[in-house]
């Protein structure tokens, strides 16, 4: 018989002990192989290929592009600065083509890559959920968000997702195809066609931004890594000077990805000062590898490395991504866990974002409460880990940070 004693000290231990939460998939069944291990995709479906864009094509081969079609080769550059500078790919808006050749040439330099399904806004009007359709029917998000003195782009770069992440409404869809680098490059230039309608809200007195989308963020729907050379296309198109290409900075990209090592590394050699964020959201390969199956190809040291090694070879500081999802990784050992990790490598290289959890719908995991969240910021801090909480947008339009489903509905 149990002592009375003995049954309350077990129970205030049961109180005060840590809850530990395991990952587990609500509503959809995860892939799994043979051996029990969540399936990862790397390799994309094979679909039907997009029509090939001017943004598929190099600046110095575009002029020879444009005379195979049977056009003379001196168009391209016209038909880039409608594009990349004035952001249409209307046939009407282009006078200085002949009239009697402008909608062939068009149509077949600057073919629709998306087609706008539906919109959703944000109350205050500052964010834009857009719905686009491919041209083989598979459907991708993107969101636009208006900040004091920017305007950050979430950009997708695959439909769907291979990384079959159990808390990310992306990958319970699972991967349909990759993006071309031309679809990935159309959803600026469509969002900035939006913008100089005036169609996003929420700028402040005082604020002069231009209306032009000034950071990306490839945190939308996929693994940007997963779709190395198309991601690696669209991103020099869009640091390439206008009218070759959209004329950003380098250090408004955000390159994001869960932790492909050996393309991390591929990445840091580039000699692209973009920025790099990992994904991490669990600090121990026991938690990670529920949590993010790829951890169990490269694990959290591994992944580590990588990014310390891109902030040596770039100079660029590094972002490490943390999704506090309550009871399950938002643990104060895991705090210090993390800070210690970072350390290890070294200071000065790298800054953290908790981004409290974006609940998908049906879901009963949750962010963490805030007292939680700030004792883990506290954490980190004290051990000297430069962290900010993110600013998450788009909650009430599921447009924030693991959100995306490209649910059409």
């Not at 005060?16 to 192989?33: D, F, H, L, S």
Request: aromatic share 6%; hydrophobic share 40%; with cysteine.
């Amino acid at each position: 018989m149990t002592n009375s004693t003995d049954q309350t000290a077990a129970d205030a231990v049961r109180r005060t002990k840590p809850r530990q939460v395991r990952p587990a998939t609500e509503g959809w069944e995860q892939k799994k192989g043979p051996d029990g291990r969540p399936m990862l995709q790397f390799a994309s479906p094979k679909r039907g290929k997009p029509p090939v864009h001017l943004a598929d094509i190099a600046p110095a081969d575009r002029k020879a592009h444009v005379a195979e079609l049977g056009f003379p080769g001196y168009r391209a550059a016209q038909l880039a600065t409608h594009y990349f500078v004035h952001h249409t790919n209307d046939a009407d808006e282009m006078s200085d083509l002949p009239a009697s050749s402008r909608d062939g040439l068009v149509a077949a330099v600057l073919p629709p890559l998306l087609t706008e399904v539906r919109r959703f806004t944000t109350d205050n009007g500052d964010t834009i959920k857009f719905l686009w359709k491919l041209h083989d029917g598979a459907l991708v998000e993107s969101v636009l968000m208006r900040y004091p003195g920017r305007i950050t782009l979430c950009v997708s770069s695959q439909a769907g997702c291979g990384m079959n992440c159990p808390f990310c409404a992306t990958g319970q869809a699972g991967l349909t195809r990759n993006m071309s680098a031309a679809e990935i490059v159309e959803q600026v230039v469509m969002a900035n066609a939006a913008l100089g309608r005036g169609e996003l809200g929420g700028r402040k007195k005082g604020d002069h931004t231009p209306d032009r989308v000034s950071n990306i963020v490839f945190m939308g729907m996929g693994e940007p890594l997963a779709n190395y050379a198309r991601l690696m296309s669209a991103v020099r198109t869009m640091l390439a000077p206008a009218p070759d290409g959209l004329g950003m900075s380098a250090r408004g990209i955000t390159v994001s990805t869960v932790g492909l090592v050996p393309a991390i590394r591929k990445l840091a050699d580039e000699d692209l000062p973009v920025t790099f964020a990992l994904s991490l959201h669990a600090p121990d390969d026991q938690l990670r590898d529920e949590l993010i199956p790829v951890n169990s190809r490269w694990k959290v040291d591994e992944a580590l490395d990588a990014a310390r090694a891109y902030f040596d070879k770039t100079g660029r500081r590094v972002s490490i991504e943390y999704a506090l999802i309550k009871d399950m990784n938002d643990h104060g050992w895991r705090a210090d866990l993390l800070a210690e990790k970072l350390n290890e490598r070294g200071h000065g290289w790298v800054h953290v974002n908790p981004i409290p959890l974006n609940p998908t719908p049906g879901s009963i995991w949750t962010a963490s409460e805030k007292d939680v969240q700030q004792e883990f910021v506290r954490r980190l801090e004290a051990a000297g880990i430069p962290t900010t909480i993110r600013d998450t947008r788009g909650k009430e339009i599921d447009g924030a940070c693991g959100q995306l489903a490209a649910a059409d509905g």
